[in-house]
């Protein structure tokens, strides 16, 4: 069973940048579509992009497009979401998922992280 682990998240104001990376363990992250979400307060966790397993084809969601890329570390095991160009609305604890399936689109995700909390100062 692969354990997820995210790191990175912090305070920045507008217009700055993060880098949030997911550990994986128990498993190899290159056999798994990886996803990013978030949660804001009150609202529902949300996808904000993902890439896929086998072709990497990456997937964001129109309002990070542009703004927020994902990357996938073979060699580290790892899958990183450069966040740049931080708006306030970004703010949101932000989750990692794997899931068995070459489809990013979808909240159903075998594996979770625990969050890793985001805050854009405005």
């Known amino acids: 069973q692969v354990q997820l682990v995210e790191s990175g998240g912090g305070l920045v104001q507008t217009g700055g940048s993060l880098r949030l990376s997911c550990a994986a363990s128990?498993?190899?992250?290159?056999?798994?579509?990886m996803g990013w979400f978030r949660q804001a307060p009150g609202k529902e966790r949300e996808l904000v992009g993902g890439?896929?397993?086998?072709?990497?084809?990456?997937y964001y969601v129109d309002v990070v497009k542009g703004r927020f890329t994902i990357s996938r570390d073979n060699a580290k095991n790892t899958v990183d979401l450069q966040m740049n160009s931080l708006k306030p609305e970004d703010t949101a604890v932000y989750y990692c998922?794997?899931?068995?399936?070459?489809?990013?689109?979808?909240?159903?995700?075998?594996?979770w992280g625990q969050g890793t909390q985001v805050t854009v100062s405005s």
């Open positions: 890439i896929s397993w086998r072709t990497d084809t990456t």
């Open positions: 998922a794997a899931r068995h399936s070459i489809i990013i689109r979808s909240s159903e995700y075998n594996y």
């Open positions: 128990g498993g190899t992250i290159s056999s798994y579509t």
